[in-house]
């Protein structure tokens, strides 16, 4: 199957995953990725969309709040960015133990047109057990991503397919919904993890 040959990127080599990363950043990161909005993200409880998650209950912003929460976009048929930065992801809530339990963490699909509930349910399975698959239609979607201030657009391939340029970071959150942070593509774990600690902490502080 496709997608589970895409997810065997963990056995390649150094210089393997170094391409991989090079191409990962002009597809997504590069002169061939959607500009960046520029703009804030707006905080979870004034966005407005509704989708579904991998195991088909209803979701929105509004699901969020109450915990701090990691969210990013971008879809099962990525051939790199998006298993690389499920991975990293899954190392830093790894690294963070029992604390992993405190986050929301989510994964919204850019591609409902392939990403149905099965497919999102399949695929993140492949990491951490707290990541959580959301898909829907495609004007929720982009709903989503303007809130987020996320980009992305469909490319076409030769022969016919295509795939999806789409912003790279994670976005960051407290649990009172407000934006803290992004933590960029390739961004080492000493850094990211520290991020995802102060939203936590903020959530201790808000709660005392």
């Known amino acids: ?18 391409l991989m990363l090079g191409v990962g950043w002009w597809r997504v990161d590069g002169p061939g990725a959607p500009q960046p909005v520029g703009q804030r993200p707006l ?5 407005d969309f509704r989708l579904t998650d991998h195991e088909g209950n209803e979701v929105g912003p509004d699901t969020l709040i109450g915990r701090p929460t990691m969210v990013f976009f971008g879809f099962t048929y990525c051939p790199d960015v998006c298993p690389t930065t499920l991975s990293d992801i899954s190392s830093w809530l790894d690294e963070m133990g029992e604390d992993a339990g405190r986050l929301n963490v ?20 492949y990491f951490h057990p707290s990541i959580r698959g959301w898909t829907g239609q495609e004007e929720q ?23 999806m340029n789409h912003t790279a970071s994670v976005f960051l959150f ?6 803290v942070t992004m933590i960029d593509y390739h961004e080492p774990r000493e850094f990211a993890v520290p991020k995802i600690r102060r939203a936590l902490q903020e959530e201790v502080e808000e709660t005392t």
């Open 43 to 47: 905080p979870l409880s004034a966005m």
């Open 141 to 163: 979607i982009a709903r989503a991503a303007d809130g987020f201030r996320a980009t992305y657009k469909k490319a076409q391939t030769e022969g016919g397919g295509y795939t």
């Open 174 to 179: 407290d649990a009172e919904g407000q934006f």
């Open 1 to 18: 199957m496709q997608r589970r040959h895409l997810l065997q990127y963990g056995a390649a080599g150094v210089g393997g995953l170094g």
């Open 106 to 125: 989510i994964f919204i699909t850019v591609d409902p047109e392939r990403d149905t509930v099965e497919a999102m349910a399949e695929y993140v399975g």
